[in-house]
Structure formats: structure tokens, C-alpha cells
């Protein structure tokens, strides 16, 4: 399928504001990263623990943290989840790194305990109570099995009652977002004795436990290593196939618009102030390839075209082998960016980096193919005229495979 036909689009004659726009945005990211927000990591690399929760209602992100204060922790972030009803009334709480795994399961702890003590909305927690909200099916089913409200007796019968009227309402409180809005509303899923029992020795905190998140400083540094040897090691593989494939002045342009691409992805999670994780890092290694397939379609028309016309001008058989892949490449990259424009919208809040940093690479690597590679071949080539040597892209010459 062919969206244009006999395209005539001078590309290499806006090359300066290709190079400006270029210019601005990787600027902006470098003084971002250096000046401003820096590089935001996720608990992934820089270590720490990390809590999510979410509240009954919407929680008042002052308040924990004046509760945070009180209770010792230091530079605690609590940011505020926005998005769909699924996601609403979420907060996620990050303590920095620490010194040992050991601190970081303290202040896990003290987390939960600062939660408990300073924000819940039911006060009524105390010895041999259970917070319905917060326990597990495991820790309900052994609770009333102690408790006993239906005098049942000690055997393995008994055991196995109490561990299904808790999975009963461990699945209630799944259904209705993690929180039961009122202990009255289990008499659908629990017997009358167990509803009492929990009326009388059990309450709601107002919040639930999403999620805890556990990486110790070690990790988090050893996972920042790996992630940027995976993405060095990428670029320098590409590099060495396309020096094989083409010549070397075609890897090193590949190599060029791919970083390119990758500094300004970074650079706009860094102007974005969100963080960087292993999926993002995941998302780059995606695009790093994407990218450089988009940049071969292009560097395959080129030499296809320089073996049929051997004195044209350089620069006109790249425009002419920009705009025979035109349709190609809006197609194939169009498609592809509504696809993770849908994921970015409507992926909720897990796959948002990931998605982001997709969206932001198609686009830009998209753009780096015509605009920073193919330049690059011309600029080359010129520069190597003017010194008087010989051309590295002659018509003639076959690839080798």
C-alpha cells in the first residue's frame, strides 16, 4: 500500500531546522539532567521501600506526612496517584535508600504502624483485634478459628470452616477494592456468629496495602549497572552489524540518531519529573531497535539507489530514497504510535513510564531516520570531498552479506 506517490520533498534542505530542533530538545534534556530535576529513578535503582496504598477516601497527602514526621521518617516522598476510578484515592509512599536491607524492612514497618496509628479513621484497634481491611486470608482464618464464635470445637473440621468464611471475605473485600465499607455488609458471606465476632473483636482502618516494594542499595546499583551496560553493549552491537552490512559511516550515523533518540527520551522523563524503572529501561531497548530498523529501510533505499544512478548528487538520491520509504515509514511507525498512544492512555498507572517512554521514541526515532542519519551520510561525504579523498559510498559497490 503506497500513501504518496511521486513525493518530492527536499528533506536535506531543512536540514538547519532539523539541526535546531534537535538542538532544543537535547538541550532542554541535558540541562534537565544536570540542572534541574536530574535523573528521577525509580526504587528499582536507587533503592528503598516503596508502599502503595489506597483510602477510602481521598487521602489528605499533608497529613501523612506530617504523620510521616512524626513517627522519625526523613525524606519520605508521597505522591498522589491520579487516573481512573481503579486508581483513585492511591498514594505512594517512598523512603530513600538506606544503608542495609535490614533499615529498609524497619522503616517498611514503621510505614505501616504511622498509617495505622495517625490516619486511620477507626480508632478502635487494640490487643487480639484484627484490622479487616489489612490481614490476610491466612492470618482471618487462623484468627477465627482462635476466636471460635460459632463454638465449633478444636479439630480439622472446624479449621476448614473458619478458612472458607475467610476466604469468603478475603474475596469480598477483592471485589470492592480492597476496603469493606462497613462490617455490617459481610452478612451476605459470612454466618451470623462470625459477623458478630467481627463486630465485637475486629475494625476498619480506613486504608489498604497495595503493594510494598523491598530493593536494598546494593541492588539498586547493580540493577543501574546492568541497565546501561544492556543499552552500551545494544549500540555498539548495531554498530559493528552495520559496518558489516554497509559500510562504517552507516553504523556510525545509525549509532548517532539512536543515541539521539535515547537522550531525548531521557531527557523528557527527567523535564517530566517521572521516574526512571526497569520497564522504561525495557521501552528504551525497544525503541533502541526499533529506531535503528526504521534507519536500515532508509539506508537500504540509499544504496539501492546509488548502484542505479552513479553521478547524481549524494544528497539528491537520499531525498529521492527518503521519499520512495515515505509510505512505509508513516505507516508502519503511524500504526505503531497509536497502538502505544492507546497503551499510554488507557494502561492505567503500572504501564505508564513504559508507555511514555514509547510514545516519545517512536516519534523521535521516527524522526532521527530522516532528519539526524541520513544527514549524517551527506555531511560526511562532504566533508571528505572538500579534504580531497575518495567517496566510502560509491555507487558500484555490493553489499557484503
Given at each position: 500500500?503506497?500513501?504518496?506517490?511521486?513525493?518530492?520533498?527536499?528533506?536535506?534542505g531543512k536540514k538547519w531546522?532539523?539541526?535546531?530542533?534537535?538542538?532544543?530538545?537535547?538541550?532542554?534534556?541535558?540541562?534537565?539532567?544536570?540542572?534541574?530535576?536530574?535523573?528521577?529513578?525509580?526504587?528499582?535503582?536507587?533503592?528503598?521501600?516503596?508502599?502503595?496504598?489506597?483510602?477510602?477516601?481521598?487521602?489528605?497527602?499533608?497529613?501523612?506526612?506530617?504523620?510521616?514526621?512524626?513517627?522519625?521518617?526523613?525524606?519520605?516522598?508521597?505522591?498522589?496517584?491520579?487516573?481512573?476510578?481503579?486508581?483513585?484515592?492511591?498514594?505512594?509512599?517512598?523512603?530513600?535508600?538506606?544503608?542495609?536491607?535490614?533499615?529498609?524492612?524497619?522503616?517498611?514497618?514503621?510505614?505501616?504502624?504511622?498509617?495505622?496509628?495517625?490516619?486511620?479513621?477507626?480508632?478502635?484497634?487494640?490487643?487480639?483485634?484484627?484490622?479487616?481491611?489489612?490481614?490476610?486470608?491466612?492470618?482471618?482464618?487462623?484468627?477465627?478459628?482462635?476466636?471460635?464464635?460459632?463454638?465449633?470445637?478444636?479439630?480439622?473440621?472446624?479449621?476448614?470452616?473458619?478458612?472458607?468464611?475467610?476466604?469468603?471475605?478475603?474475596?469480598?473485600?477483592?471485589?470492592?477494592?480492597?476496603?469493606?465499607?462497613?462490617?455490617?455488609?459481610?452478612?451476605?458471606?459470612?454466618?451470623?456468629?462470625?459477623?458478630?465476632?467481627?463486630?465485637?473483636?475486629?475494625?476498619?482502618?480506613?486504608?489498604?496495602?497495595?503493594?510494598?516494594?523491598?530493593?536494598?542499595?546494593?541492588?539498586?546499583?547493580?540493577?543501574?549497572?546492568?541497565?546501561?551496560?544492556?543499552?552500551?553493549?545494544?549500540?555498539?552491537?548495531?554498530?559493528?552489524?552495520?559496518?558489516?552490512?554497509?559500510?562504517?559511516?552507516?553504523?556510525?550515523?545509525?549509532?548517532?540518531?539512536v543515541f539521539h533518540d535515547?537522550?531525548?527520551?531521557?531527557?523528557?522523563?527527567?523535564?517530566?519529573?517521572?521516574?526512571?524503572?526497569?520497564?522504561?529501561?525495557?521501552?528504551?531497548?525497544?525503541?533502541?531497535?526499533?529506531?535503528?530498523?526504521?534507519?536500515?529501510?532508509?539506508?537500504?533505499?540509499?544504496?539501492?539507489?546509488?548502484?542505479?544512478?552513479?553521478?547524481?548528487?549524494?544528497?539528491?538520491?537520499?531525498?529521492?530514497?527518503?521519499?520512495?520509504?515515505?509510505?512505509?515509514?508513516?505507516?508502519?511507525?503511524?500504526?505503531?504510535?497509536?497502538?502505544?498512544?492507546?497503551?499510554?492512555?488507557?494502561?492505567?498507572?503500572?504501564?505508564?513510564?513504559?508507555?511514555?517512554?514509547?510514545?516519545?521514541?517512536?516519534?523521535?526515532?521516527?524522526?532521527?531516520?530522516?532528519?539526524?542519519?541520513?544527514?549524517?551520510?551527506?555531511?560526511?561525504?562532504?566533508?571528505?570531498?572538500?579534504?580531497?579523498?575518495?567517496?566510502?559510498?560509491?555507487?558500484?559497490?555490493?553489499?557484503?552479506?
Open positions: 500500500m503506497e500513501l504518496f506517490h511521486d513525493v518530492k520533498i527536499d528533506w536535506l531546522y532539523f539541526l535546531g530542533f534537535s538542538l532544543i530538545f537535547s538541550v532542554a534534556g541535558i540541562l534537565s539532567l544536570l540542572f534541574w530535576h536530574g535523573l528521577p529513578q525509580d526504587v528499582d535503582f536507587r533503592g528503598g521501600t516503596v508502599v502503595r496504598v489506597k483510602f477510602d477516601q481521598q487521602p489528605n497527602v499533608d497529613h501523612i506526612r506530617a504523620a510521616a514526621d512524626r513517627a522519625g521518617l526523613k525524606d519520605v516522598r508521597i505522591q498522589s496517584i491520579t487516573g481512573s476510578q481503579a486508581v483513585s484515592n492511591e498514594v505512594i509512599i517512598s523512603l530513600a535508600q538506606s544503608a542495609n536491607e535490614t533499615s529498609l524492612d524497619q522503616g517498611r514497618a514503621t510505614i505501616l504502624r504511622t498509617l495505622e496509628t495517625n490516619y486511620a479513621h477507626n480508632s478502635a484497634a487494640g490487643p487480639g483485634k484484627i484490622d479487616l481491611d489489612n490481614a490476610g486470608q491466612n492470618v482471618l482464618a487462623d484468627w477465627l478459628t482462635q476466636k471460635d464464635p460459632e463454638h465449633l470445637g478444636a479439630s480439622d473440621t472446624t479449621e476448614q470452616h473458619y478458612a472458607q468464611q475467610a476466604a469468603a471475605i478475603f474475596s469480598y473485600r477483592n471485589q470492592h477494592s480492597g476496603l469493606i465499607d462497613s462490617i455490617d455488609n459481610l452478612s451476605s458471606v459470612t454466618t451470623p456468629a462470625v459477623l458478630a465476632e467481627l463486630k465485637q473483636d475486629s475494625y476498619l482502618s480506613g486504608f489498604t496495602i497495595r503493594n510494598v516494594e523491598i530493593v536494598g542499595p546494593q541492588v539498586g546499583a547493580q540493577l543501574k549497572k546492568q541497565a546501561l551496560l544492556a543499552t552500551l553493549y545494544s549500540l555498539a552491537g548495531m554498530l559493528v552489524y552495520l559496518w558489516f552490512r554497509f559500510e562504517l559511516i552507516y553504523g556510525v550515523a545509525a549509532v548517532v540518531a535515547t537522550l531525548i527520551t531521557v531527557g523528557a522523563f527527567s523535564l517530566t519529573n517521572q521516574e526512571i524503572s526497569l520497564t522504561v529501561i525495557a521501552a528504551v531497548l525497544t525503541l533502541v531497535g526499533y529506531s535503528m530498523n526504521d534507519t536500515i529501510v532508509v539506508f537500504d533505499r540509499i544504496r539501492e539507489n546509488l548502484r542505479m544512478t552513479r553521478r547524481e548528487p549524494l544528497a539528491d538520491v537520499v531525498n529521492r530514497s527518503i521519499n520512495q520509504t515515505l509510505s512505509r515509514t508513516v505507516l508502519t511507525s503511524g500504526l505503531t504510535f497509536l497502538t502505544v498512544l492507546s497503551l499510554y492512555l488507557f494502561g492505567g498507572e503500572v504501564l505508564h513510564g513504559f508507555s511514555f517512554a514509547l510514545v516519545i521514541g517512536i516519534l523521535i526515532g521516527t524522526y532521527s531516520s530522516i532528519a539526524v542519519a541520513a544527514p549524517m551520510l551527506v555531511a560526511y561525504q562532504e566533508w571528505r570531498q572538500g579534504r580531497g579523498k575518495a567517496a566510502v559510498l560509491p555507487a558500484a559497490k555490493k553489499a557484503r552479506v
